[in-house]
């Protein structure tokens, strides 16, 4: 741990892991649960992380098995009773001080972030800063909660009283490791209730890396647990655990589906899945005609929504309608854009996996096979599993000419999840509005106009849980988080994380003397 913690830089990360590399000997990461680290048993099954840069195996993730998360379970309900008494200043002071810790270790996280993930490490240092503030907005917003009141005049006063729930299950994804589990984190523990977390087994560094902060900040044994391993075991256990009182998950729909499966006997546990999405981005003429910087700023805000992160951002914008009267002329600034900002190795980076990387390729085999124009990039090379060297690289890839309806279309229903995005032309407002509700998802939109009327009016109709105007991933962290249709259930953020974490009840006060 001490040697990680000292490798704070690319340099100083890329010779840690040459010298373990040397070794024979990958990191092995260990869980956390009573304040502890704990290596698994060496015949347990582990599960190996490369990086997706080069493709070397650069750590081995323990695989809880149910009786590890069973135990883990026990030990955070054991220590519920304590924290949800705990006075709020006390929880804001603590989660202040893991605010602090990873903010003193901001290089740190993002390099690792950034090894780990694949992303670039501009981008990781803006996702640390997102968790950073993450902690620091739940710690001060317990301490500013307001609560309604009624009376029922001449009989009672009835006032709504907020208690925390219980033992959650945090289940985060591998696109924004440290930023989504800190999501899940901050608000279930200012909100006084304990948990048990499980990131992506692709991506655990961080997760290791914030046990050690939560140890550091000196929250209680057991308050927060932090698991690695897998959905199909460790994921499947925790979930559907007894003892568990609610599930705040972010990943694909599938596995959604699979938790409500799994719980649909225990009514009394709080749900909140964020899901996938399939996200439209809408742009009408007059966002390139009405000024050349109004011009410039939709391109720009239009890549930006399709290839940050390597698309590999549930909110990503990766199917783009655009205005016919002005198509050619976007498809082809677009393309020039795209090609100017977006280049592999420095503003793009690896997507995740072996496994993510023939995904994608599948379905630019499909593009190229079904006569799709590439506007850029072109179908990457096969990569054998065992091969040592090469990493997941993809082109941003810009599509045009891609079927509504039949084989190919595909491309613009499913979730791809990397560098590629299709771009459709459309008539009207109706049309419009038609092609990007045209889909199973509902969890993000960008409308990019110049039109007031346009803003709300075609804003007001798109199934989107979250609707961005001539911006994108601009968020306050009061405002609700989450997706229509099957892009998922609930919401977080500010009093919407309240709902989450508490049970509600209402006390009533007799008015009259007893």
Wanted: proline share 4%; aromatic share 8%.
């Amino acid at each position: 741990m001490e040697a990680l913690w000292a490798a704070n830089s690319l340099d100083k990360a890329d010779a840690l892991l040459q010298q373990i590399d040397s070794a024979s000997s990958p990191l092995t990461l260990q869980h956390f649960s009573q304040n502890t680290f704990s290596a698994a048993d060496e015949s347990a099954k582990h599960i190996d992380s490369f990086e997706p840069k080069t493709g070397r195996c650069i750590a081995r993730i323990p695989c809880a098995s149910a009786a590890d998360v069973d135990a883990a379970v026990k030990s955070a309900k054991a220590a519920f009773p304590a924290w949800s008494k705990t006075p709020r200043a006390e929880r804001s002071r603590l989660l202040r001080r893991v605010s602090d810790i990873i903010a003193e270790n901001r290089e740190l996280f993002a390099v690792w972030e950034s090894i780990d993930q694949g992303k670039t490490l501009e981008r990781a240092r803006i996702e640390v800063d997102r968790a950073i503030s993450n902690f620091s907005y739940f710690s001060t917003f317990i301490l500013h909660e307001s609560t309604s009141s009624r009376m029922v005049d001449g009989v009672a006063l009835t006032y709504e009283h907020r208690s925390p729930a219980g033992v959650f299950a945090l289940i985060s994804p591998w696109n924004m490791p440290l930023y989504l589990l800190t999501w899940k984190i901050a608000p279930c523990l200012a909100f006084g209730c304990t948990a048990v977390a499980k990131p992506s087994e692709v991506t655990s560094m961080s997760a290791f890396l914030l046990a050690a902060v939560f140890r550091q900040a000196g929250l209680p044994d057991s308050v927060i647990n932090i698991l690695f391993g897998d959905g199909a075991v460790t994921g499947s256990a925790l979930v559907a655990h007894p003892a568990v009182h609610g599930v705040s998950f972010t990943g694909g729909t599938a596995t959604g589906i699979a938790i409500r499966r799994a719980t649909v006997h225990q009514i009394y546990k709080h749900l909140s899945l964020e899901l996938g999405g399939k996200n439209p981005t809408l742009v009408f003429a007059d966002a390139l005609t009405t000024s050349p910087a109004s011009r410039a700023k939709t391109i720009r805000t239009a890549a930006m929504a399709a290839f940050e992160n390597q698309g590999e951002i549930c909110l990503c914008g990766s199917r783009i309608y655009v205005e016919q009267s002005v198509y050619d002329e976007f498809v082809a600034a677009f393309t020039e854009y795209v090609t100017a900002h977006y280049r592999t190795g420095e503003t793009v980076g690896a997507v995740v996996s072996l496994q993510h990387y023939a995904k994608i390729r599948g379905y630019l085999e499909t593009a190229q096979h079904r006569g799709m124009t590439f506007q850029t990039g072109s179908v990457p090379p096969v990569i054998d599993a065992g091969e040592t060297g090469k990493g997941y690289w993809i082109e941003p890839t810009v599509l045009t000419d891609v079927p509504a309806t039949g084989p190919g279309s595909e491309l613009l229903r499913e979730e791809i999840f990397g560098p590629v995005v299709t771009i459709v032309p459309f008539a009207d407002e109706d049309e419009a509005v038609g092609f990007a509700n045209d889909s199973e998802y509902g969890l993000a939109a960008v409308l990019l106009t110049n039109d007031g009327g346009r803003m709300r009016r075609v804003g007001e109709q798109l199934d989107a849980g979250l609707v961005w105007v001539n911006c994108w991933l601009v968020r306050e962290l009061g405002t609700p988080f989450g997706g229509m249709k099957n892009s998922g259930t609930g919401r977080e953020g500010g009093e919407y994380s309240r709902d989450v974490f508490t049970v509600a009840r209402t006390v009533h006060l007799a008015t009259v003397e007893w």
